[in-house]
């Protein structure tokens, strides 16, 4: 039975957090600082053809000014998409894209000195939609010289398993469905916030709104050209990321570059319209999609066709390409199985990882047509899919390792809670309900950067006061990472959670950690905290069975005490941390965790593999108005599979956030361009529901003790997201029989399916 793991716990750092005394990256100050502002392209695409910075140098309150020839180096969080470069050097590639930055004594004179800067373009012909960047232009036209066949095509991933394409034309009923999804950014309260300050004592110190210190720390030491010992990068607290703060970027490594340049403090804080600019939000997606099964349901073959709007640059965009289509593989069993994902660069802001990176837009295709099959068949949606499901211990058609997989459970859970086979389809005329299954990874399997070091890695320190350091490279960004890891170590320890503290993401004091993406902190930092926790558990108990004459193998970590089985030895944790300190002092263990080797020897194989993956199944109850076309979620049910829930509270907190942020997408939530320029770059226009357009929810935690897992756990922050949004679409269509192949599903929509629906069946009537 355990005392820490598997209960609901605040996170150990809500009380700063609530009375305001986190520290956040624009809270930081120091003495003499200068404030960085930047110019900004008004173009998509141009080639610069001049900049005159000398009436900015002169004016009295600028510093500095640097263009993008100062920092001519290209990076990208992917070492095979290194083409962004910290300022445009001799094109701009998107509207907002920037060209310049002046660092002034006060955020009025580099404002001014902004303005100042002069700059002379010479337009290029923008591509603005996929289908322009899928066809040949000339070489000078290109966004990136390296676009393939004469396109501006950035990536093609492209897989085939068992001829699905043969196997469709044989398989008695087949769905050809085509979907389309809008732009979507992560929209978090807190704006992208760097601080750098740099002297020959301590080198260059960058506190940052980041989510992978890491990348960032290496990406730093490219473009600058420092050794890394000679930089040290801070993670404060965070308010918010999504996947949004996951990559190193621009203003990060110019603000690095300025406080070099001018031997001072420098600051770098975000307007919110430069937050929707720097997007990096979720693809822009056009998708067709196959489906066959035979007369019962069963599952024959699956193939997709996928082009996704990349905007200017790289950022995830390899692994997007590939996560578009290998996780389609599951919750379902389909061994005939294909896709091609095409990402193409646009000019447009660039996008990337977005929480359930990759798989959310094809998820709601492919439960949508599940769910259009499901009618054709006269099956109930709930059944066709029970009669699918991957079986734990298992490998899909693309040799992704299914360990535990408590998908059926879910779906039982949400069917029986929701009253489903009572109500569905019986609700009144603009009320409906439904159903939608999805899975995720708990943290990729292959590292961003290949070496041999491992994926992360924990270090504890105990000292003569008694308590337990945890020393993590982890990312907290909300999602209560540090709580976990102090809840893993005290467990193992046997200690309440406060005799455990967590340092964590300050690189030059914590080891590495590859950062807060992929659902992977719980599962690969949780188990290397596991692992050193249970050395120093180890050695403390070695020293006290030598002292107190006991088997090792007898003694007990538990209340704050060191006993034996047998009760011949009951000591205070202070007293057992005496005895293993004599003579040597304070004890140090290090834990780490290396993904075991997975997945097949075929290009592409290693697209989607994880140690283990998350399950979920939801179903939505919405409120349909057929004379506006408005849709209201009344309620949505939501059960998950996280393998081992260690905290209750943050799981279910995880679970109602990705229900909000799904909803978003669901109904109202786009990225909306005239001629490249982004309309909607704020949170009046950019329409996130708001506290009254949350439905109710009712949640369950299902768990299934995965058993690679710290404790049994999975992760449980992305996944849930992928069943809410087609959730949402197929319920639409038992409220008012019309199904939504659009994202967001706004009321003109609805008005004009209902309309279609309308003009259709009067033409079968004449």
Known sequence: MTRVVGKGIPYIDARKKATGQAMFADDYKFPNMLYVKFLRSPHPHARIVSIDTSRAEAHPGVRAVAIGRDLPLGFGVLPVSPDETAMAVEKVRYAGEIVAAVAGETEEAALEGVRLVEVRYEPIRAFLEPEDSLTECAPEEQIHEHCKNGTNIHKIASLRFNDPEAALEEAPHVRTLKFRFAGVTHAFTEPMATVATWNEDDGLVVISATQVPHYLHRTLSKILGLPLHRIRVIKPALGGGFGGKSDPFPHELITAHLAMKTGRP?????????????????????????????????????????????????????????????????????????????????????????????????????????????????????????????????????????????????????????????????????????????????????????????????????????????????????????????????????????????????????????????????????????????KMKAEISRAVAREKKVPEDTIMFTNGRVVSEDGGLDLSWDDGVEIALAGRGALATSGWYISPKLGGDFKGAGAGLSPSYSFGAFISEVEVNPATGHVRVVKVWGAHDCGRALNPKAVEGQIEGCIHMGLGQALSEEMRYNAGHLLN??????????????????????????????????????????????????????????????????????????????????????
């Open 266 to 534: 420098v600051k770098c804080r975000f307007s919110r319209e430069e937050v929707f600019l720097n997007n990096h939000g979720r693809h822009p997606t056009d998708m067709t999609i196959s489906v066959g099964c035979d007369d019962d349901g069963k599952i024959q073959a699956l193939n997709a066709d996928i082009v996704i709007d990349g905007g200017a640059f790289g950022s995830f965009g390899v692994v997007t390409t590939y996560y578009n289509g290998v996780l389609l593989q599951g919750p379902y069993r389909i061994d005939r199985f294909g896709f091609r994902t095409r990402r193409v660069y646009t000019n447009k802001p660039q996008c990337g990882a977005m929480r359930g990176h990759g798989a959310v837009n094809p998820r709601y295709a492919m439960e949508v047509t599940l769910d259009v099959l499901a009618h054709d068949l006269r099956i109930d949606p709930c059944d066709l899919r029970l009669g699918n499901f991957l079986p734990s211990n298992t490998l899909t058609v693309g040799q992704l390792r299914i360990t535990s997989n408590g998908v059926k459970d879910c779906l039982l859970a949400v069917r029986e809670r929701s009253d489903w086979d009572r109500r569905y389809g019986k609700l009144p005329f603009g009320r409906g309900l439904g159903v939608a299954c999805g899975f995720y990874i708990s943290g990729s399997a292959l590292p961003i950067i290949w070496n041999r070091y491992p994926q992360t890695v924990v270090h504890l320190k105990l000292d003569f006061d008694g308590g337990v350091v945890v020393y993590s490279g982890a990312s907290d960004i909300g999602q209560g990472s540090d709580t976990v890891l102090a809840q893993v170590v005290a467990e193992t320890l046997g200690l309440p959670l406060e005799r455990v503290h967590v340092k964590a993401a300050d690189t030059r004091h914590t080891p590495v950690d590859l950062g807060s993406y992929s659902s992977r902190v719980t599962f690969m930092v949780g188990n290397a905290a596991l692992k050193a926790a249970e």
């Open 681 to 766: 770059s704020n949170f009046t226009d950019y329409r996130i529901p708001t506290a009254l357009d949350t439905p109710e929810m009712d949640i369950t935690i299902v768990e299934s003790n995965d058993p690679e897992g710290p404790f049994g756990a999975k992760e449980a922050g992305e996944g849930p997201i992928h069943p809410v949004l087609p959730s949402i679409g197929n319920a639409v269509f038992d409220a008012v029989g019309v199904r939504m192949y659009e994202l967001p599903i706004t009321p003109d929509k609805v008005l004009a399916a209902l309309k279609a629906r309308k003009n259709a069946e009067q033409e079968q009537v004449s």
